[in-house]
C-alpha cells in the first residue's frame, strides 16, 4: 500500500517531465531502473537486475533472452500481474502498479474459456469492463476477419487449430483497443511451419494497427523478423545485455531471413546471449 | 443396421435365458416363495401392485421425499460450497465439521432423525438431505478452486474485480465439477430417503418393502426393487440429460459421448 502511495506521488510529480518531451517520439512505456527480487531476504532470487528502457508510441519491441532471464517477470509487471521490488514502469506517463484496462496480453498459450464462443471469448474484455456489446461486436467482426477467422464467430474454441485459437486470443487482446499489446511467447507452443505464417500473419496485422508491442520470445530469428528493435537479456540475474535497432523494409517476407542483413542481426544476438552466458 | 438389430436382439434373448434359467431352478430346487421367489411371481406382485394403484401411491410419497430432499441438499451444499471456496477464514472454521461429517455414514443418522421429527415427509426430506448435501459440497468447492492460473491472470490483466472472475471464470469452470456432484447427490438422496423410510415411516416405497418383509411377501419386495431401480435410472438419467445440455463444452464429456460413437459404430 506504502508502494502504491509512493508511485502515485511520483506520477503527480512526474506528469509535468513527459509532457515537455512529447514532441520527439512520445514514450509509450518507460522502464526505471527496475528490480526484482523472488523469496525472502536470504534465500532471495533476483530475477530482474536494474532495468532500464524505454518503448516509443507504436514500436515492435521484441526481448530475447535464455529461459530464466526474467522476461515473462518483465512482462507480468508490464501487465501489472506482479510488483517490481524496485524501480518502476511506466505506461503513458501513469506508474503500472496493478492490472490495467489499457494493455491488452496473449499468453504462450491460447487460454480460451470453452463454455464462450469464438466471439463469446473474443468479447471478454468488453464484457469485463462494460464496453458497449453492439459498438463492441461490429469491432469483433471486422477483427476477426483480419486474422481471418471471418465465418467462425460461432464455433467453439476446441473446433479450431492451435494456429487458429491463438489468432482468437489476439483478435481478444486487441478487442478494446490497448494502447499496448504484451505478448508472451505467444506462438511458442506451435509447430515450427505455423509459427512462420504467424509470424507473416503478425506483421501484416501490426501494419495495419499499428499498436506499441512488447513481445518475448526465445526464438532469435523470430525476434529479428517482427521488431524494430530487439532488446537481448541474460540470465541470472536478468539483464540487458544488448539493445539494437533492426533496419529491414517492412513489410518482410520470410525470404528476409534468408538475406546477409538478417543473418548479421541474428549473430550479434547470438553474441550477446554468449556473452551473457545465456547459452551453454 | 442390421447387425445393430441382431445384437440387440441377442441381448433380450440373454435376459430372457437368465429368467428362464431362474425360474427353472426355482421350480425344480422347489425352492419356498418366502426364501426366493419365481420371476413369474415377482412379475405378477408388480402388475397386482401397479393395477391396483397401489404402487403409484407410495411412488409418489418417495419421489416427493427425495426430490425435496436433493433441492435442500443440493442448495445449501452450493451456498456454503461457494462461501468456503472463496474464504478461506471460513474454511478455517468450518473445516473440522466438514471432515466429522463426511467420514460418518449419513444414514447411520436415520434413526436419530426420526426421533426427532418424527415418521411423516419431514424427516425423510432431511435425511435424504443430508446424504446428498456433502458430496455436491465437496464437487463445489474443488470445482470452484480448480480455475487454471493462467485464466485467473488473463482475467486479472483485464483488471476484472473479484465477482466477474467468480461469474465469468470460476462458476463455469466448475460447473463440470458440480454435475458430477448433481448425479452423486440425485442417487443419494434416494437412497437417503429410502432408508429413513426403513427406520420409521407411514408411506413410502422403503415403508413397503418393510411391511412385505414382515408377511414374508419376498416376490412384492423383489417388485418394489425393480420400481426402485428404474426410479433411480430415470432421475440419474434426467440430470445426465440436463449435464449434455449445459455441458456442451466439456472436452472430457465430448470425449465420452464420441468414444461411445465409436464403440456403436464398431459394431456395424
Known sequence: ?280 | MTAKLANFGLRILLIAAVLAVWEAFVRVLDIPAFILPRPTSVFMALYRGTVSTMYFEHLQVTLTETLIGFGVGCSLALVLGTVVALSRRTEYFLYPFIVMFQAMPKVALAPIIIVWFGLGLTSKVITAALVAFFPLLVNTIVGLRSADEDRVNLMRSLAASRWQIFWMLQLPNAMPYIFAGLEIAMIFSLLGAIVAELVGAESGLGMLIQSMNFTMDVAGQFSVLLILSALGLALNGIVTAIRRRVLFWDVTQKLEIEGAKVKKGGTT
Not at chain 1, 494456429?163 to 505467444?186: F, K, N, S, T, W
Not at chain 1, 530487439?230 to 536478468?238: F, K, L
Open chain 1, 1 to 280: 500500500m506504502r508502494q502504491r502511495e509512493w508511485n502515485i506521488l511520483q506520477g503527480g510529480l512526474r506528469i509535468v517531465a513527459p509532457a515537455a518531451e512529447t514532441a520527439a517520439a512520445r514514450e509509450v512505456i518507460a522502464v526505471r531502473r527496475l528490480s526484482k527480487r523472488y523469496g525472502s531476504r536470504a534465500d532471495a532470487i533476483l530475477a530482474l537486475d536494474d532495468i532500464d528502457f524505454s518503448v516509443p508510441d507504436r514500436e515492435f519491441l521484441s526481448i530475447v533472452g535464455p529461459s530464466g532471464c526474467g522476461k515473462s517477470t518483465l512482462l507480468k509487471i508490464l501487465a501489472g500481474l506482479l510488483h517490481a521490488t524496485e524501480g518502476e514502469a511506466w505506461l503513458n506517463d501513469t506508474a503500472i502498479d496493478g492490472p490495467r484496462r489499457d494493455i491488452g496480453v496473449v499468453f504462450q498459450s491460447p487460454v480460451l474459456f470453452p463454455w464462450r464462443s469464438v466471439l463469446g471469448n473474443v468479447l471478454l474484455p468488453a464484457d469485463v469492463q462494460r464496453l458497449g456489446r453492439a459498438e463492441m461486436t461490429k469491432r469483433a467482426y471486422d477483427l476477426l476477419k483480419l486474422v481471418g477467422l471471418d465465418g467462425f464467430e460461432h464455433r467453439y474454441p476446441w473446433e479450431l487449430s492451435g494456429g487458429m485459437q491463438q489468432r482468437v486470443a489476439l483478435v481478444r487482446a486487441l478487442i478494446h483497443d490497448p494502447a499496448l499489446l504484451l505478448m508472451d511467447e505467444p506462438f511458442g507452443a506451435l509447430d515450427a511451419l505455423t509459427r512462420e505464417s504467424m509470424n507473416v500473419e503478425l506483421q501484416r496485422i501490426w501494419l495495419d494497427r499499428r499498436k506499441t508491442v512488447v513481445f518475448v520470445t526465445h526464438s532469435t530469428s523470430e525476434a529479428v523478423f517482427l521488431a524494430d528493435r530487439v532488446m537481448v537479456m541474460s540470465a541470472r540475474p536478468g539483464t540487458i545485455a544488448d539493445m539494437l535497432k533492426i533496419e529491414l523494409p517492412r513489410p518482410r517476407s520470410l525470404d528476409v531471413m534468408t538475406t546477409e542483413a538478417f543473418g548479421t542481426y541474428v549473430r550479434r544476438i547470438r553474441a550477446g546471449l554468449n556473452a551473457g552466458g545465456g547459452l551453454e
